[in-house]
């Protein structure tokens, strides 16, 4: 008998160590979806194999979990340690949600793994060591996190691996060698992170590689040549220390033997990292001052110099600042003389002898006054500007001097009329008045520097801009956009004849995306910007049906209650983010917002969002949400993703709502697979 209680007590012992799949799914769930906002399917009375249980949850013929999909769900949690005791997952999809903290360890032991999507998270922490032990993985995506740490190089070990996929993180270290012995690997992403030394020659040379993406990190030294194999599929832009032969935007590698290192690491012996110190800089030595008095007397030169030098520099600094701080209190109505009548050629001369306010030269590029070339305060140089200054006697011309046929508008702050240049080509002319514009004439120029910054095939283009004193305006010339703006296409009465396709529809969709996140990047010479006033009208139309922003950056120029008076209609049309009532600011998720409240506008060709149309999307009840225009014409899992990726942008909070990035990585997913 005492042996039968030890039998049973064992059986018990055992059935408690080992959870069943549905308890691991459990746990799973209270660590995806704390709140138990979006895995309500996932209960303790259901089978996770049983039809409509488990929403996500796939099993195989013997009843195990196979396959988890939550990608772009809203969950905000972790992901468990107890993800680990499902051994038969062969696939992963949590990508596109809201994930924080680290990749667990137990993830490693998931041996059947195929397929692992984390990417599109706010993931943290180190990438896991032993990662390699993943022998049948073929596709990792932890892209768009923020993991930190280097790449480990047991990668190396995941031979049947396809695509690796690590942008936009903050990995940090070299790129391992050992990257090269992925006999299978043909897409790899290493962009917009923080790694540094060379190009592995081992790692150009894997068999199958097709795009090698290593973009906006700190590399150095010589580009492998056989890398020219790749010819577009490779990229390498902004990695100021590389250098190679036959690779366009590349330097010229003055020796390449001395450049280039057949390690990753960009040590010398002795251990100093080099990566941030000048080819100029004497390196401290360990010689005493007996054996260096020629070069410490040099030293004593150069501290001597140095001093007269900073003194001298100092010295004109201080002049620059009372000479700023003059022209600082200079304001733009003395810019804009309120003067009736029209200045002469020669009279604008003769006022820019008189005066450096560059807004007065703008008239007449002619007039630029000379003194302002290359001055650091505006920000500008001679050449920017008169690639953009148009003289008011153009735009005269262009509009028929402001003809009433040409009327194409009028705003609270300006007036808008179409032209034609000298050159035949189609621009708008936007007027407004001096009242409207900023008033610190630093601000006003400045305002300028940012839309002439602008330049992308989704955002409207402008053209140049013109400042007249005696009409007491400025006006800025766009491209002209033939077919209207995207509010014309919406409430369209059927057989009218402006019903956008299907495919059409989504292209606007990622175009108005691709143009939103070229705004918020900030990159080169160009800042990050937030459009803040984002609408199916301020979305416009071309021949091709391409979709063009408009009125990007003017918030930087026109006055700040001009700004304020705009969001009343914005606000009228759901446009205005939740947040802006409580917080008074525009931030890229207020841009999110908004975009996605124009989605759902193009999903369901109305102008007016009704919370019908919010429950359609929210209940995948494709046929409520999608424009009868359409006549089902229309892709029901296209149209449920991309309603799902609204929702995600209007969501009510703004931490849970994607960046831009996030969402032209899914439509990016969408699009491939159309």
């Known amino acids: 008998m005492s042996l039968f209680l030890l039998f049973l007590l064992s059986l018990l012992s055992l059935s408690l160590s080992s959870p069943t799949e549905r308890d691991l ?29 488990f929403d996500g949850v796939a099993c195989n013929g013997q009843g195990r979990v196979v396959n988890i999909s939550l990608q772009g769900k809203g969950l905000s949690g972790q992901i468990p340690p107890a993800l680990g005791g499902l051994k038969s997952l062969t696939g992963l999809y949590l990508h596109f949600n809201a994930l924080s903290g680290e ?57 049947k691996l396809s695509v690796l996929a690590l942008q936009d993180n903050r990995l940090t270290g070299a790129i391992p060698a050992s990257l090269g012995d992925l006999g299978m690997l043909t897409r790899l992403d290493l962009s917009f992170n923080k790694l540094f030394g060379s190009v592995p020659v081992k790692l150009a040379n894997a068999p199958m590689l097709k795009v090698l993406d290593i973009r906006n990190n700190t590399l150095s030294g010589n580009v ?36 280039y290192r057949s390690r990753p690491e960009p040590f010398k012996p002795n251990g100093l990292n080099q990566k941030n110190i000048p080819e100029s800089a004497d390196l401290p030595t360990e010689c005493s001052k007996a054996n260096c008095s020629s070069p410490s007397g040099r030293a004593k030169m150069g501290v001597v110099s140095g001093i007269v030098g900073v003194a001298l520099v100092l010295t004109v600094a ?16 003395s810019a804009f003389d309120s003067s009736d009548s029209r200045l002469s050629t020669d009279q604008v001369k003769e006022v820019n002898r008189r005066s450096a306010s560059p807004l007065i030269s703008l008239e007449y590029s002619n007039g630029w006054d000379p003194l302002d070339k290359g001055r650091s305060g505006n920000g500008f140089s001679q050449e920017v500007f008169e690639s953009f200054m148009f003289n008011l006697e153009e735009v005269e011309r262009a509009t028929q001097c402001f003809s ?28 407004i008045a001096k009242t409207s514009c900023k008033s610190d004439e630093s601000e006003f120029l400045q305002g300028l520097k940012i839309l002439t910054s602008l330049k992308h095939e989704n955002l409207v283009r402008l053209r140049g801009f013109c400042c007249s004193k005696g009409r007491g305006e400025c006006f800025l010339i ?28 989504i292209s606007i969709i ?7 996140r070229y705004l918020h990047e900030n990159r080169g010479s160009k800042q990050a910007l937030v459009h803040q006033n984002l609408s199916a009208e301020k979305v416009l139309i071309d021949n091709r049906s391409n979709p063009l922003l408009s009125d990007s950056g003017l918030h930087k120029l026109v006055a700040d209650d001009i700004v304020f008076s705009t969001l009343k209609a914005s606000a009228a049309m759901g446009y205005l983010a939740p947040e802006y009532t409580t917080t008074g600011r525009f931030t890229e998720k207020s841009d999110v917002y908004a975009f996605g409240m124009i989605v759902l506008q193009i999903l369901s060709g109305k102008r007016k969002i009704t919370q019908q149309i919010r429950h359609a999307a929210e209940t995948s009840k494709v046929q409520d949400l999608m424009d009868m225009n359409l006549e089902g014409k229309y892709s029901d899992s296209e ?27 899914e439509l990016s997913a969408l699009m491939s697979s159309c």
Do not use: M
């Open 25 to 53: 799914l459990l746990q799973i769930k209270a660590s995806l979806d704390p709140d138990n906002r979006f895995l309500s399917s996932w209960t303790p009375y259901s089978d996770p194999c049983s039809t409509g249980s």
């Open 103 to 159: 990749i667990p360890k137990e993830i490693v032991s998931l041996s059947q793994l195929t397929d692992l999507y984390l990417n599109v998270n706010n993931l943290s922490g180190k990438i896991p060591l032993h990662i390699g032990n993943l022998n049948n993985l073929q596709v990792l995506q932890l892209c768009y996190n923020r993991l930190t740490g280097g790449l480990p190089t047991q990668l190396g070990s995941l031979h």
């Open 224 to 259: 492998p040549p056989v890398l020219k194999r790749l010819h577009a599929g490779f990229q390498y832009e902004n990695n100021l220390g590389l250098c190679g032969v036959g690779f366009p935007n590349l330097k010229d590698c003055a020796d390449s033997s001395k450049i």
């Open 318 to 333: 201080a002049l620059f600042t009372f000479a700023w701080y003059r022209r600082r209190k200079q304001k733009i109505g």
């Open 404 to 431: 009433e046929t040409n009327l194409l508008g009028k705003s609270n702050f300006s007036t808008i009329y179409k032209g034609s240049l000298r050159d035949s080509s189609a621009v708008v002319v936007k007027c």
């Open 478 to 505: 766009y491209d002209y956009v033939p077919n209207g703006n995207l509010l014309q296409y919406l409430d369209v009465k059927q057989g009218n004849g402006k019903v956008l396709e299907w495919s059409t529809r």
């Open 510 to 516: 990622y175009g108005i995306a691709k143009g939103i």
């Open 639 to 665: 149209a449920t993703r991309l309603g799902r990726i609204a929702l995600l942008c209007i969501h009510e909070s703004p931490y849970h709502r994607p960046s831009i990035d996030n969402v032209i990585q």
